[in-house]
Nanobody
Framework: HVQLVESGGGLVQPGGSLTLSCTTS????????MGWFRQVPGKEREGIAT?????WKTYADSMKGRVILTKDKNTLYLHMNDLKPEDTGMYFC??????????????????WGQGTQVTVS
């Protein structure tokens, strides 16, 4: 399985911007799906954004218009703008191999990083 390491989290003021990185153990090569998820205490992980190996992207309504996914050969980036306190949480990167439409459901992914904390206040 692919190894994933998230970084870039931290404390940011409301309205600010932050870019998270998900570095993989090898160059990203299709077919696959990659996704970003957010988790807060007492709640299940929530899908934030997904991207497949062809570059097709989806975004959750909670952050639509405020987040953009980009990637290079071995890193997936989550660019976040106009951050709000409700965006606070632990952000996880996930991966799944296969030819399919990517879904923002955590149970569907097989590979996970350890997460990076984002606090907006």
């Amino acid at each position: 399985h692919v190894q994933l390491v998230e970084s870039g989290g931290g404390l940011v003021q409301p309205g600010g911007s932050l870019t998270l990185s998900c570095t993989t153990s090898l160059a990203l090569y299709g077919p696959y799906c990659m996704g970003w998820f957010r988790q807060v205490p007492g709640k299940e992980r929530e899908g934030i954004a997904t991207s497949d190996s062809d570059g097709w992207k989806t975004y959750a309504d909670s952050m639509k218009g405020r987040v953009i996914l980009t990637k290079d050969k071995n890193t997936l980036y989550l660019h976040m703008n106009d951050l709000k306190p409700e965006d606070t949480g632990m952000y996880f990167c996930a991966h799944q191999s296969g030819d399919f439409v990517c879904h923002p459901y955590p149970n569907w992914y097989t590979d996970w990083g350890q997460g990076t904390q984002v606090t907006v206040s």
